[in-house]
């Protein structure tokens, strides 16, 4: 979990203001951060998701297109030279990409965009986006973590093994984030999520930027 990068080559860090608020989910795997994002924008109109591209294989139902834009490695790698993400990592040894594009014209359009990354991923965007909201998720402890990921069946025992060992190296950085949610009941999680969204929403930086037309008249700006 070391390879990253948040610039294409020659690229340096520039903070990127937009009228649109940007949140950055993060969590170790089976915290239930994927439930959490999916269940959040199932409430939330305003808010719409950018599919990550990545290496790996889908699991069980994933679609192309849906959870994540499957792709093979030497198609990523060349993504990464044009430029094309604004962040990717090596994660569990496969490649998650988030695609700059995409990201950019809905931010730019006023749009509230959600990144569900790791944290590697999370760190760099904050490096560009000042106004990054930052999210982690983490697990009531380590025994229900390891209890849901055996639950998922999913993975091979060995694999569980390696996903809890960088389950500690993950948790680890989420003094780094802004929020801090514990799912140890969906419901009041997926409240604390729901809360966090519109608190930002109401900040005086994110409504100016978003309404920019009514702090000038009301010579706020």
């Known amino acids: 979990m070391t390879e990253a990068s948040a610039l294409p080559p020659g690229a340096t860090p520039a903070a990127i203001e937009t009228p649109g608020n940007l949140f950055v989910v993060a969590a170790p795997s089976g915290a239930g951060k994927s439930s959490l994002v999916k269940a959040l924008l199932e409430l939330d109109s305003h808010l719409s998701v950018s599919i990550s591209h990545t290496t790996r294989k889908p699991r069980g139902q994933e679609q192309h297109g849906r959870e994540y834009w499957f792709v093979d490695e030497p198609t990523f790698r060349g993504m990464v030279e044009r430029g094309e993400f604004f962040e990717w990592a090596s994660v569990h040894g496969n490649l998650y990409g988030t695609s700059r594009p995409a990201v950019e014209q809905r931010l730019a359009a ?112």
């Open 110 to 221: 006023g749009e509230d965009v959600v990144l569900e990354i790791d944290f590697q991923g999370a760190l760099q965007i904050k490096q560009l986006f000042a106004h990054a909201v930052l999210i982690f998720i983490l697990p009531p402890s380590w025994d229900e973590l390891r209890q849901r990921l055996m639950r998922r069946g999913e993975d091979q025992p060995t694999v569980i093994e390696q996903r809890m060992a960088n389950a500690r190296l993950e948790v680890a950085q989420a003094r780094q984030f802004d929020f801090v949610i514990i799912n140890a009941l969906f419901e009041t999680a997926l409240f604390d999520l729901k809360t966090v969204v519109h608190s930002q929403r109401l900040r005086y930086a994110a409504q100016m930027r978003n309404r920019t037309q009514v702090f000038s008249a009301l010579g706020l700006a």
